[in-house]
């Protein structure tokens, strides 16, 4: 299984950028999915995660900021950042929960990272 991480990029502030993490190879269904982000100097945070049933649960840092989704037919999760602040600068990574079989699973899966940066 791998997951994509993509869109991320340079922006002023007050600027958004959708985040997209398209998972695929041997997938037989994905749980949770998540977006954490770690900035230099820092530990990762998580930012917001997704269940199957589409449950989101964020951080207080990106709430009313910050909209997670997901394309289960795409396989795919969304992450899109308005109103963005210096303070969100940081390298963006993407997980999920994935059940490879019937019975085996779930594992997580991590995606590589895209770089956020917010220009005050």
């Known amino acids: 299984v791998q997951l994509q991480a993509s869109g991320g990029g340079l922006v002023q502030a007050g600027g958004s950028l959708r985040l997209s993490c398209a998972a695929s190879?041997?997938?037989?269904?994905?749980?949770?999915m998540g977006w954490y982000r770690q900035a230099p100097g820092k530990q990762r945070e998580l930012v917001a995660t997704?269940?199957?049933?589409?449950?989101?649960n964020y951080a207080d840092s990106v709430k009313g900021r910050f909209t997670i989704s997901r394309d289960n037919a795409k396989n795919t999760m969304y992450l899109q950042m308005k109103s963005l602040k210096a303070e969100d600068t940081a390298v963006y990574s993407c997980?999920?929960?994935?059940?490879?079989?019937?019975?085996?699973?779930?594992?997580?899966?991590w995606g590589q990272g895209t770089q956020v940066t917010v220009s005050s």
């Open positions: 997980s999920a929960d994935v059940k490879v079989t019937r019975l085996r699973g779930p594992y997580k899966y």
């Open positions: 190879g041997n997938i037989f269904r994905i749980d949770d």
């Open positions: 997704i269940s199957s049933d589409d449950s989101t």
